[in-house]
């Protein structure tokens, strides 16, 4: 059998016992960008959280190369995993600079004393990001985009081997979506990261990532490549759309259909 650096084995995720979406498989070896798709409410962030910890699985398993996720200290994992979120993180009178630093506390002793070495790597990670102009400024009042890249700084700042992102690029305007994309694709070409996410924009989607888990329903729909999964026959079927669904405007399908084509 093949040794993936992260894998899941008959995942069920959901809420008050009740499973939402049964048997997920991943299998993804290092350095792979993973997105997950779907329509609204299909369970995209519900798989990342039980990913990530923050919900109780139903059934099966998950692995961080041979680990047992659930049997991981958390110590351990927060040097290995950092989550992003689309909850609003509560940083009362806290610079943007300071919720950044916070990804270093896996490293650093009860106090959250940061070293040199720590500070070097805030900053630079601040610069990568392009947050270092924002860095004084107070985290509760600024943008929701400048919210995504402090946040996603503060990610990166952890040294993850594998980060976990729920909607990153909502917020972020046409240059920083591409601007956080390359970031991630730097990160994973240098430093072999491995990346789990959710997106919304499909074009996005389909140039970044090397797996792609469609969701939709009972079970997990479809996992594979973008070539394979980006048709445009199995994207109307996954939204729900087909040629009655904008009556009088077929401009939109077309749309559609065009943004699936592979050049
Ligand atoms: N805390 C909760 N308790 C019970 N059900 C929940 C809870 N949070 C979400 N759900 C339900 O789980 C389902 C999946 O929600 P989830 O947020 O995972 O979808 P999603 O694919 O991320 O949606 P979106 O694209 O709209 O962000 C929805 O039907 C939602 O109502």
């Known amino acids: 059998m093949k040794n993936y650096y992260f894998s899941t084995k008959k995942m069920c995720v959901g809420y008050d016992g009740k499973p939402l979406i049964k048997d997920i498989e991943i299998n993804l070896p290092r350095g792979e960008i993973l997105t997950l798709i779907g329509p609204n409410g299909a369970g995209k962030s519900t798989v990342l959280k039980s990913i990530a910890g923050q919900l109780r699985l139903l059934g099966g398993k998950v692995y961080l190369e041979q680990n047992n996720l659930a049997e991981m200290k958390a110590g351990e994992l927060a040097k290995k995993m950092s989550v992003v979120f689309t909850e609003k993180l509560r940083a009362e009178m806290k610079s943007c600079r300071d919720v950044v630093a916070t990804g270093r506390y896996p490293y650093t002793g009860w106090f959250g004393v940061l070293s040199k070495e720590d500070e070097r790597i805030v900053d630079e990670v601040m610069e990568l990001t392009h947050i270092t102009d924002i860095c004084g400024q107070e985290f509760e009042r600024i943008s929701d985009g400048q919210r995504q890249r402090v946040m996603l700084a503060r990610a990166i700042c952890q040294e993850p081997e594998i980060v976990i992102l729920d909607e990153p690029t909502s917020y972020l305007d046409i240059r920083y979506k591409l601007e956080f994309l390359s970031i991630l694709q730097e990160m994973r070409e240098k430093k072999g990261l491995t990346v789990i996410m959710s997106l919304h924009e499909l ?17 997990a729909e479809r996992f594979g490549t973008p070539e394979e999964i980006f048709k445009a026959d199995f994207m109307e079927q996954l939204f729900g759309m087909n040629e009655s669904s904008f009556p009088g405007n077929p401009k939109l399908l077309a749309y559609i259909r065009q943004m699936m084509e592979w050049r």
């Open 203 to 219: 074009e996005l989607a389909k140039i970044i990532s090397d797996k792609i888990l469609c969701l939709r329903g009972e079970y």
